[in-house]
């Protein structure tokens, strides 16, 4: 008697069997590979010990993204193949040190999250009530980095960055990170029940014709942070927050809508704080605060200096100096690293031109991330 075939059910068994094997196996080599790398970056961690060098490196770090990101060809994206990666330096950057990171929580505010993004899990972080108090731990030596927010594409720049920069100027930035903020409602009552809606001040201003539109009866109160005013919505009846998704898992809410920012492209770029100064990495950028003589054409003759260079400025605020007199400081970024001959060239012209000059820092440009 013929035998009989395998039927179709069977033979898909034996498929999913047989693919799962195929996993497992790249599994352990994946294991062993990710392993010997970590020796690698141990051994790596002895030469810079032995040489003074730092253990954040993000010129470095920027770099091997980069080169991983070249040559994937899917079908893993790239911010998944970066996600994995982050993690993968993360882990083997802790084997040298567990660095300790200062940034606003309770966790999944939109600051722990650029931490996140920027350093991976493999650090101990440090979650402050305040931008001032991110700032203080790493004056005070409790912290390696910092992370704060200093810009955001809706509603310019984050005062709170920029007054601690003028009373400690000492501290430097070491690199950046850009998060593009998509914001949501949270709640556990339907929309028509909400009376009070809690956010951060900036996130609340990033959404504030979406909000007069969809919860015109609802009072905007503004609280220290998105991750705050998530917990908030949690326990109080008829509350609701703007945060990230991240947030609503945290808190057990549900998303009422999503992407409520008014800009689509909304995006905040937080500084990495710090004493360290980075070395060149060939794409970077250099961060001042300078104060110029308070009349006609000074503020247009310093910053002359840039276009006569040929440097790109990319961005520019002015910020009141705490003086009795009514004058200004200014904040500004350019393209180049200050060791640079042509940036190092206009950094002295400035110099001339200012009363005060402070290099904040030179940094890795960063590509843009979503939240």
């Not at 994995?84 to 606003?104: D, N, P």
């Not at 250099?286 to 054409?297: D, L, Q, R």
């Amino acid at each position: 008697m013929a035998r009989k075939q395998d039927s179709g059910p069977n033979r898909s068994l034996a498929s999913l069997k047989s693919l799962r094997s195929q996993i497992d196996k790249l599994d352990l080599n994946i294991l062993k590979l990710v392993n010997e790398r970590a020796r690698l970056a141990t051994e790596i961690g002895k030469v810079k010990n032995d040489s003074g060098g730092e253990v954040f490196a993000p010129g470095r770090e920027e770099e091997i993204f980069q080169n991983v990101l070249q040559h994937n060809k899917g079908p893993l994206d790239d911010a998944t193949i970066r996600a994995i990666y982050r993690e993968i330096i993360s882990g083997g950057r802790a084997i040298q040190q567990v660095l300790k990171v200062a940034c606003l929580g309770p966790e999944f505010s939109y600051s722990h999250l650029a931490a996140v993004e920027r350093f991976g899990q493999a650090v101990e972080f440090s979650l402050v009530g305040s931008i001032p108090a991110v700032f203080e731990e790493v004056n005070r030596g409790h912290c390696n980095f910092g992370v704060v927010p200093l810009e955001n594409s809706t509603d310019g720049r984050v005062a709170d960055t920029l007054d601690m920069f003028l009373r400690l100027p000492q501290i430097k930035i070491a690199a950046e990170i850009r998060l593009r903020i998509h914001h949501n409602l949270l709640a556990n009552c339907e929309q028509a029940e909400i009376r009070r809606v809690y956010s951060k001040g900036q996130a609340l201003g990033q959404c504030r014709n979406w909000l007069s539109k969809n919860v015109p009866h609802a009072a905007i109160v503004e609280v220290s942070s998105t991750a705050n005013a998530a917990r908030l919505a949690q326990t109080e009846p008829g509350a609701a927050a703007v945060a990230s998704r991240q947030a609503a898992v945290r808190y057990g809410l549900r998303i009422l809508s999503r992407d409520i920012e008014d800009y689509p492209f909304n995006e905040t770029r937080f500084a990495v704080i710090g004493m360290q100064e980075v070395p060149r990495s060939g794409n970077d950028k250099t961060a001042v605060m300078f104060k110029v003589a308070h009349a006609p054409g000074a503020l247009a003759d310093a910053l002359n200096i840039f276009k006569s260079s040929k440097i790109n400025l990319t961005w520019i605020e002015s910020f009141p100096s705490k003086a009795a007199k009514p004058e200004y400081v200014f904040f500004a970024d350019f393209e180049g690293h200050a060791e640079d001959p042509k940036v190092k060239k206009a950094l002295t012209a400035l110099q001339e031109e200012s009363e005060k000059l402070t290099i904040l820092g030179s940094f890795p440009m960063a590509p843009l991330s979503n939240d």
